[in-house]
């Protein structure tokens, strides 16, 4: 199968008008899907039922949706509206986030992300087909006797997973139809992909059907040491500021001197200087950056290594002409 494309929006400084536009160019240009964020800005399906009114075939993604600031019954329900609303072109792309943001902005306690994100799939799952809830769904709280008061289009919308820790994409294979790895060095991709496949083995499901979609950072320039110093801002703090996933992830794939360099600087308030120690190696591992023939040639090689979609970061604060020059550089 050949190689397919989305689009990514960032959730600081949303600019609606902007990603209505770039979602109407890239249904022109025959990307794929578009995917819409959410932190503690806008809320995202809203965002995708705007979007749902002014495409056709563009396919809607959450990117990502958390499991616990809307009950898995809210979830249903919204995803299953918004596919209504857009004709069967939903994509629910879920995640845990994180301690802070779940407790301090959403005032819900982050127990059990894994049994969490599990159970909200399994109930999702069952929502969808028409059935109603039982207690063998989940042990997180007593489901009982309710189902969908409505028929969804779809009795099975695809469900995506970003994860980076090794059980939940294991359990990706069992329970998911796409993973969503951020900033996880594409020739390593195997790795995640082998966790995948013994999920998938032990749920007796083709492993193959699951979609690789890793989140992209493209910069089609001639100069690509500039191309890459658009980049580096968001790497660093990642390693720095978004706990220690990152930089764990990134210390296992051979940059640990970089990522310990790069913590470190952030963590003592030297952002600028963090930002700077951020090296090439580290981000042609997992951007790209080059002219827009040779991005284009690297997100081939990225497909032979195992990515099914790519999505591709919108630059954000750049004139439009900027980023629909970006979409038609790399358009499939």
């Known amino acids: 199968m050949s190689l397919k494309l989305g689009i990514v929006a960032f959730w600081k400084n949303y600019d609606r008008r902007a990603v209505i536009h770039s979602a109407q160019l890239a249904e022109e240009l025959g990307y794929d899907s578009v995917w819409i964020p959410e932190a503690w800005a806008y809320e995202q399906f809203q965002l995708l039922t705007e979007l749902a009114l002014r495409t056709k075939t563009l396919k809607l993604a959450t990117g990502i949706a958390n499991v616990y600031s809307r009950s898995p019954g809210l979830l249903a329900m919204s995803a299953a509206?918004?596919?209504?609303?857009?004709?069967?072109?939903a994509i629910i792309g879920l995640g845990t986030?994180?301690?802070?943001?779940?407790?301090?902005?959403?005032?819900?306690?982050?127990?059990?992300?894994?049994?969490?994100?599990?159970?909200?799939?399994?109930?999702?799952?069952?929502?969808?087909?028409?059935?109603?809830?039982?207690?063998e769904l989940t042990t997180l709280f007593e489901a009982r006797h309710f189902k969908?008061?409505?028929?969804?289009?779809?009795?099975?919308?695809?469900?995506?997973?970003?994860?980076?820790?090794?059980?939940?994409?294991?359990?990706?294979?069992?329970?998911?139809?796409?993973?969503?790895?951020?900033?996880?060095?594409?020739?390593?991709?195997?790795?995640?992909?082998a966790l995948i496949a013994a999920g998938a083995r032990g749920a007796g499901r083709d492993a193959s059907a699951v979609d690789v979609a890793p989140f992209v950072g493209v910069v089609p320039l001639d100069d690509a040491a500039m191309a890459r110093s658009l980049i580096k801002p968001m790497v660093s703090f990642y390693i720095g500021g978004m706990g220690t996933y990152y930089h764990a992830m990134f210390c296992r794939y051979g940059f640990q001197?970089?990522?310990?360099?790069?913590?470190?600087?952030?963590?003592?308030?030297?952002?600028?200087?963090?930002?700077?120690?951020?090296?090439?190696?580290?981000?042609?591992?997992i951007a790209i950056c080059g002219p827009a023939a040779y991005c284009?040639?690297?997100?081939?090689?990225?497909?032979?290594h195992g990515v099914g979609t790519a999505l591709i970061n919108l630059p954000t604060g750049m004139p439009a002409e900027i980023?629909?020059?970006l979409l038609k550089d790399v358009a499939p």
């Open 148 to 193: 969908l008061e409505m028929t969804p289009r779809r009795a099975s919308i695809p469900i995506y997973v970003a994860s980076l820790q090794d059980k939940a994409i294991t359990s990706i294979g069992a329970l998911a139809d796409g993973w969503l790895p951020t900033f996880w060095p594409y020739r390593h991709l195997d790795d995640g992909i």
């Open 323 to 325: 980023t629909d020059q």
């Open 257 to 285: 001197e970089n990522a310990d360099l790069v913590r470190d600087l952030y963590n003592a308030g030297k952002r600028r200087e963090a930002t700077a120690a951020v090296s090439d190696e580290l981000i042609d591992a």
């Open 81 to 89: 509206t918004l596919d209504e609303i857009s004709e069967g072109r």
């Open 97 to 135: 986030s994180g301690k802070l943001v779940i407790e301090n902005f959403h005032g819900v306690p982050y127990h059990k992300p894994l049994t969490r994100l599990r159970d909200t799939i399994g109930i999702l799952r069952a929502l969808w087909a028409g059935e109603r809830l039982t207690p």
């Open 296 to 304: 284009r040639e690297r997100l081939q090689d990225w497909h032979r």
